[in-house]
């Protein structure tokens, strides 16, 4: 199940790269709080119960995430953003170089 989700999520990101989306990616602070930086504004956020990430607080989420330890998410981005250099699309992750470290 884990390789049919990265093999749809690469497959999609390749397919589309002139379009990265701008999704949070979120971290827990407490059960019941959590932190969201988008991933090409660079926007952070809260989440709790009185800050919901749309209809989400952070205890809806935590059900919903898909959970990646940080030194993954660093190899993971890093290959992302050599793709998309690759593929002329870095206009939309230019920021991220900076931002690397997990």
Same mark, same amino acid.
């Given at each position: 199940m884990n390789s049919l989700l990265l093999l749809i999520f690469l497959s999609l990101f390749l397919n589309s790269c002139a379009s990265v989306p701008d999704?949070?990616? %979120?971290?827990e602070i407490s059960l019941? &709080?959590?932190t969201c930086t988008y991933?090409?504004?660079g926007k952070n956020v809260i989440v709790d119960d009185d800050h919901p990430l749309g209809k989400d607080t952070w205890w809806d989420l935590r059900s919903k995430?898909?959970?990646v330890p940080a030194d993954s998410w660093? =190899?993971? =981005?890093?290959f992302l953003i &050599?793709? %998309?250099k690759q593929n002329r699309c870095d206009v939309d992750i230019s920021s991220?170089?900076?931002d690397l470290k997990p």
């Open positions: 999704v949070p990616l %979120c971290a019941s &709080k959590g991933t090409v504004s995430a898909l959970t660093a =190899k993971l =981005k890093a &050599k793709m %998309c991220w170089d900076r």
